[in-house]
């Protein structure tokens, strides 16, 4: 499955010669098939692989994940910032809210000090959080 911000979502069929449908060309079940997909990739990026297989965060657990994503953020180690979309991800793909905590938590370490810049990286988690690009000038 291949996605751009602006453009559709896409799914590549196995078939000769390959097959690309668009979202809006897919039955409900291929959408379910393509979803369950995404969203075991999605487990896996934020909890791991083992996690990937057993049963689907619940809407508590995948906020409390998603607050100590962004707190973790400051670590700025190896994966830290993929933990972060991947969790943000889930959150829309459940159509969860973004968890206050997380944004308060966002605001404080990176956008409370005037003039502070963001890596594009963190300017992007930002977008994700709710922030507009305006609030980090």
Not at 4 to 7: K, N, S, W
């Given at each position: 499955?291949s996605t751009?911000?602006?453009?559709p979502?896409t799914?590549?069929?196995?078939t ?7 979202v809006?060309?897919?039955t409900?079940?291929q959408r379910?098939?393509v979803e ?10 934020a909890?791991?692989?083992a ?14 994940a ?5 707190e973790?953020l ?5 994966g ?11 959150l ?11 944004q308060?938590t ?15 990286e ?8 709710g922030?507009?690009?305006a609030?980090?000038?």
């Open positions: 499955m751009t911000r602006d453009g979502v799914a590549r069929v196995s000769t010669p390959p097959l690309e449908l668009v809006s060309e897919m409900e079940r379910r098939v369950n997909g995404v969203r075991r990739r999605l487990i896996a990026a909890f791991g692989d996690a990937a297989s057993s049963a689907p965060a619940t809407g508590i657990a995948l906020s409390r998603v607050t100590s994503a962004v973790s400051a670590e700025r180690s190896n830290t910032t993929t933990r972060a979309i991947a969790l943000l991800d889930l829309e793909l459940e159509g969860l809210h973004v968890p206050f905590d997380a308060t966002f605001y404080e370490s990176y956008l409370a000090q005037p003039g502070a810049e963001l890596a594009p963190l300017a992007a988690i930002a977008a994700r959080l922030f507009s690009s609030a980090a000038d």
